[in-house]
Nanobody, 121 residues
């Protein structure tokens, strides 16, 4: 059974940083790209970033490019999202999913509970 558990969210001031983690169970982790998504209050869920199976390629949407960094540790079956220079508009629940590098979801898993990120002074 495939399970992804997000953690690391919290309350941070504008300009601050957080590192999100996504821990995966199951044996398929190292063979697949992973995507990060977020859903702000009253808005649709959106694709944020992705990292390929090796960690050698990443993709970011324009709104987070240069501020967010995706990485992964296949030995720990965990993917990370380092978020720097956070802005109030980054406030959302963040999720991870198995996905393509362009953010297309797979049917390997489903939405978890996510982790709340709140950027506020």
């Amino acid at each position: 059974q495939v399970q992804l558990v997000e953690s690391g969210g919290g309350l941070v001031q504008p300009g601050g940083s957080l590192r999100l983690s996504c821990a995966a169970s199951g044996s398929i982790f190292s063979g697949y790209a992973m995507g990060w998504y977020r859903q702000a209050p009253g808005k649709q869920r959106e694709f944020v970033a992705a990292i390929d199976w090796s960690g050698g390629s990443t993709y970011y949407v324009d709104s987070v490019k240069g501020r967010f960094i995706a990485s992964r540790d296949n030995a720990k079956t965990t993917v990370y999202l380092q978020m720097n220079s956070l802005r109030p508009e980054d406030t959302a629940v963040y999720y991870c999913r198995y996905a393509t590098l362009s953010g297309i979801l797979t049917d390997l898993d489903s939405w978890g509970q996510g982790t709340q990120v709140t950027v506020s002074s």
